[in-house]
């Protein structure tokens, strides 16, 4: 089940347009690595409780052109970061749909260094939590697999609507340009309406075809430590897979654009707003385990197109059960 969200780490770590001058990066609603198969699929009433351990590694500052910032041509950041999860799924019918709530307290350690003549260093601690209550219906049919001992499949369409916040309470040092790029934490409030779909064709190729898709629309307070404010910014999770009894295997990725200016105490931050546009792509495997209510999967991320952001390389491994 993939409603819950958090901190999308691949992406929009903060960024430096030169020795002196810091830039912010915002923090982007919904789970570590983003949301992928099955985005609009909540499970059949109950308590779930899982784990998301991701890492990723950043090495190519660019600016708003996507050419490489000349002051961070040798910055390298890595993060791994483990989260523990609870979802909730009340035996509730509202609207002809389930509804469910979701939450996630990220952690991890963070290192690396920004300039050739700064050390590595590194930042341990909790990330930004993130909370997300979702309403969901399906319009489809739940029919059995031809596999013994797998998951039915939902054949149709779902769809789902949701509203998520991340509480800035993690980590978070401003004190210097390296401080900042390692905070784990956003010291910024995000209000994250979201809407997503889910359509499972009939048996094609094997079990059926499934077209995931998740947007957020990210909507920032200011950052009381620095009065930045990052404009508001959508992002796009979506995933293309098929369904063979146990396993879900296909194609993944998110795109993120953001559509304001980023400003620092109320004047557009130079030279273009600092504004966003990212796209990764990579691959995704699950596999469903009936017998213990349970699945795990295994996700990689990799930049494809960045602008004002950082090109980067993500892992992700995740658990979830039913109890």
């Not at 200011?222 to 796009?236: E, K, R, V």
């Not at 691959?283 to 602008?307: C, R, S, W």
Request: charged share 15%.
């Amino acid at each position: 089940m993939r409603s819950i969200r958090l901190l999308l780490i691949s992406a929009l770590i903060c960024v430096v347009c030169g020795p002196g001058q810091a830039v912010e990066g915002p923090t982007i609603a919904g789970p570590i690595g983003g949301t992928d198969i099955r985005s609009a699929v909540l499970p059949p009433p109950g308590l779930y409780a899982g784990a998301i351990l991701g890492t990723a590694t950043a090495s190519d500052f660019v600016d708003g052109s996507g050419r490489t910032i000349p002051a961070l041509s040798t910055a390298h950041l890595t993060k791994t970061l483990d989260g523990p999860f609870l979802v909730y799924v009340p035996n509730v019918r509202l609207f002809g749909g389930s509804i469910g709530v979701a939450g996630i307290i990220p952690n991890g350690v963070q290192c690396g260094h920004l300039f050739v003549t700064t050390p590595d260093e590194c930042t341990v601690g909790f990330a930004d939590p993130y909370v997300e209550v979702d309403w969901s219906r399906s319009f489809g049919k739940l029919r059995p697999s031809k596999f013994p001992g797998a998951f039915p499949i939902h054949e149709g369409l779902t769809v789902l609507i949701g509203f998520g916040v991340v509480f800035p309470i993690g980590q978070y040092d401003a004190s210097n340009p390296t401080a900042l790029a390692l905070s784990l934490g956003g010291n910024t409030w995000d209000f994250a309406p979201s809407v997503a779909f889910t359509y499972t064709t009939r048996p094609i190729f094997a079990e059926g075809t499934e077209l995931s898709a998740k947007l957020y629309w990210n909507n920032y307070l200011t950052n009381p430590a620095t009065d930045y404010s990052t404009g508001s910014l959508l992002n796009l999770d979506f995933a293309v897979s098929e369904r063979i009894g146990r396993f879900q295997l296909g194609i993944t990725g998110v795109y993120v654009h953001q559509g304001e200016d980023d400003k620092q105490f109320g004047v557009k931050v130079p030279p273009d707003g600092r504004r966003v546009e990212l796209l990764e792509l990579g691959g995704i495997l699950n596999y469903d385990m009936p017998e213990h209510n349970a699945a795990v999967k295994v996700k990689a991320l990799d930049t494809v197109m960045a602008k004002n952001t950082v090109r980067s390389y993500l892992v992700l491994l995740a658990l979830i059960k039913k109890f």
